[in-house]
């Protein structure tokens, strides 16, 4: 067989990986970094899940979102959202079709690794100021120390009123740090194994060091700080224990490298899905269609006038906070908020939400481990994902034998396959590393566990997990353009 005849055989029968390098144009490259201004100035305005929250009602409710009233018929084109007490949120645009048709969903989540205060966080020891934290999710412990952390949250004082937290983040603001032990007398340290390397409970968090001016007393530092807390907040030691305070890197969001290809921040996982699933849904502007009218199946819809923009499938994107601990607690996807929306919306509609969530197609917005090659040995080459090849596909996420995964079947990931390759994305598909190397879950479980396809779509991120995590522009603008081509589809 001739070279050329060789090479026909090979483009017709092999899959291709292409990178955003070789496969985007100059333009496509430009659209990418635009996109990402608006990606990079969420990420530094939501480092919790309260602020992520906020950050994205911001953005919602200036394109008519309202919140959602059940009970009420609504017609398409209708903007409604849900905010779960401040911590996770479901947007969704109401479509020409019948809820019983299904949605078209996305789901990520707004929650990030982290370090808790304990709910008596404030000590002195050695004329110092410190606070105890639980730390939050998977973290790599010894990351934590000798990095600059601000502090955010909320404290609700004992008369019930709310104090909002966020230090650290502004200019001239003061910022605190775990102080790690010097390499000099680190002999002990280094003979400790790497998850050891900084315990649980040395992640201790400096505050303050300059004692209240008295010749006698205890505590004089701790008494300072409680002293400027009060003038500045109006809370005492005891509003600590009714409080949500989080200590997150105060890194600001930058570009990385010389070519400016990747952006560093934290808290990426999973707001690098969460932002273009969400910026999807407020670019719907819907199919033109001429038959909306033939697929109704709801009389509530029959006298209501029909908008030409909206989607023929009603689409929506849920923000989940508690992902990071398993999607427990009633902010958390295990919890039935999202299921009690879909009834209210569906109730109203005259529609079964049973056949509603049956017909459902979900994107599980989150992210996967890119290759890295400083650390190749934990990943299966043919089957990881890469920054710059575009938006990932990850079939199942679980650990041992695919435990705790929803595994998507091969019809629906064709589909989404199928989708992407219409739409000219660069995508690829991924494995979260080696089989039996570890492993990982997302929300994408729970939301199967109801009775929906659903499939893992997201962004490879290198360092996942540590403070300052790394994603690709290319890949960033790839999942926007994927979501919204999911929100297209009939
Ligand atoms: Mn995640
Ligand atoms: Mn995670």
Redesign the pocket.
Known sequence: MADTEMQALKDKLFATRPNAGQALTDAQWDEATRYCHGYKAFLQAAKTEREAVTAALALATAQGYAEFVPGTVYKPGDKVYVNNRGKALIFAVIGTGSLSAGLRLAAAHID??RLDLKQNPLYEDADLALFKTHYY??IKKYQWAAIPLALHGVVIRADGTRVDVRIGEEPGDPQFCVTDLLPHLADEQYKRPLAQAIKGEELNVLVGARAFRSDEGSDLVKLRILQGLFEKYGIVEADFLSAELELVPAFPVTDIGFDRALIGGYGQ??RVCAYPALTALLDVKGAVLDNAVNVFSSSAYQSLELPKTAPLHTCAVILADK??IGSEGNTGLCAAYFSHFVQALCGAAGVSANECIAHTRCLSA??NAAFDPTWPSVMEKNNASYLNRGVVVTKYTGSRGKADTSDASAEFTAWVLKLFREADLLWQTGELGKVDEGG?GTVAKHLANLGMDVIDVGVPVLS??APFEVTAKTDIWMAHRAFSAFYATQ
């Open positions: 990030s690794p999710g998977g996982d999973d992902e990071e989150d992210v990982g996942m997990h």
